[in-house]
């Protein structure tokens, strides 16, 4: 005769219980926590996630370049607590805490920066593949020297190849740009 009661024979003793195992933290992945063109981030990423891989996977922010992957090209520079960086090679989660700017975040708005405008104006750009980190160096350089020369703007975006040879129009919109910073 049904009862509607389970048996305790259905029902195992708490001591038989089946407890979920323990989960240990996976030491290959991390939370990352930074800012990226202003806007806060935080995800768990595998730990050896370059910086330039989380930036075009993760968040899809696709203006940063991979060029060459050994830090020799510079089409992967971005800004990284105002310094320029090779994302391709800095991990993800040693920009945790920081500030991150990508081309994407220079324009405000509807409106160029005047880097931007500056490179638009002078063709400082072929194909565009480097230009992205092209801008991004400049910016970092005419933070720290607004009355620039044209040597040391050579100097400073020494690290920034163009395959195109642009390397004329780069230098005329970079001293361009520290004219229109200044206006």
Not at 6 to 11: F, G, M
Not at 21 to 33: G, I, W
Not at 45 to 67: A, C, S, V, W, Y
Request: hydrophobic residues 40%; contains cysteine.
């Amino acid at each position: 005769m049904a009862t509607g009661a389970l048996s305790s024979v259905l029902i195992p003793a708490v001591t038989e219980a089946q407890l979920p195992d323990a989960v240990e933290p996976d030491l290959r992945h991390s939370t990352v926590s930074l800012k990226v063109n202003g806007v806060a981030y935080r995800k768990e990423i595998p730990n050896r996630t370059t910086l330039l891989q989380f930036l075009r996977e993760d968040l899809k922010l696709t203006g940063t370049k991979m060029g060459c992957d050994r830090l020799q090209c510079g089409a992967c520079t971005v800004v990284l607590n105002g310094k320029n960086v090779y994302s391709c090679t800095t991990l993800a989660v040693e920009a945790t805490g920081g500030e991150v700017l990508t081309v994407e975040g220079l324009a405000s708005d509807d409106k160029l920066h005047p880097i931007q405008q500056a490179f638009l104006e002078h063709s400082g750009f072929q194909c565009g593949f480097c230009t992205p980190g092209q801008m991004l160096s400049t910016k970092v350089f005419l933070d720290k020297t607004p009355n620039p020369t044209e040597d040391q703007a050579r100097l400073a975006l020494s690290g920034n190849l163009c395959r195109c040879a642009a390397y004329k129009k780069i230098l005329e919109s970079v001293m361009a740009a520290s004219r229109l910073l200044k206006a």
